[in-house]
């Protein structure tokens, strides 16, 4: 079965520079969803999308913004980059946005910042 | 304030059923209760959901008391590989998001 697909898997940047993570949703599914997991903490969530607009927005920083595309891929752009910005970002997509949706999640991409 | 509490930390032996405790006691009749893991940077996985009724699937049961103040997770034969982070989580049907609070680390033991 398919899957969320995130890329880059793995990106390094300096500080200050501007990243980009892109997500692709399970086919079908309409919603997407961003959390992001420091060293040692749990997920947090970031930002979602449902059909294309943005649907609930967690702890996401100013220098972060996010979009779903046309296609409901989702890119996830980081500017001012800062060490702390360093994690594991997940995309998740779901079929619908109601408590009775599953969340699947992709395989992650982190964001080294040096 | 959280709005699951789970134990820390549990060891399980290869081969027998672990049994992961969560309560709940704020519950609200339409919500949720979710569990997932993650094994180690892994993106999380889920697992099973359920609403009053307990449930089965392929990978675990779900059993929810009758007051829903708490649930138990139980894994019927662990194995090395369900060595993971297990998060419990309450969430509403007009809840977008999955909220992650702090899980319990499974250690399956041989």
């Known amino acids: 079965a398919a899957g969320v697909i995130q890329s880059p898997r793995h990106l390094i940047k300096e500080k200050r520079e501007t990243a980009t993570l892109k997500c692709y949703p399970i086919?079908?599914?309409?919603?997407v969803y961003w959390y992001q997991q420091g060293p040692g903490q749990d997920p947090q969530f970031l930002i979602s999308f449902y059909e294309k607009m943005q649907s609930d927005k967690g702890s996401i920083p100013d220098r972060f913004s996010a979009q779903q595309f046309s296609d409901y891929h989702s890119e996830l752009n980081m500017s001012s980059l800062e060490l702390g910005d360093s994690a594991l970002y997940f995309c998740a997509s779901s079929f619908g946005n109601s408590g009775a949706n599953v969340l699947t999640f992709g395989a992650g991409s982190r964001l080294t910042v040096l | 304030d959280a709005k699951t509490t789970q134990p820390t930390s549990m060891d399980c032996a290869e081969g027998r059923a672990a049994n992961l405790p969560c309560n709940h006691s704020?519950?609200?009749?339409?919500?949720?209760v979710y569990w997932y893991r993650q094994i180690h940077s892994q993106g999380p996985q889920y697992i099973i959901h359920g609403l009053k009724n307990n449930e089965t699937n392929e990978m675990a049961s779900l059993i929810i008391t009758e007051d829903r103040k708490s649930s138990t997770l139980i894994l019927p034969h662990a194995t090395l590989r369900d060595t993971a982070v297990y998060y419990c989580?309450?969430?509403?049907?007009?809840?977008?998001?999955?909220?992650f609070g702090a899980g319990t680390t499974v250690t399956v033991r041989a």
């Open positions: 086919p079908r599914h309409d919603t």
């Open positions: 704020t519950i609200s009749g339409n919500e949720y």
């Open positions: 989580i309450v969430r509403a049907r007009n809840d977008y998001k999955l909220s």
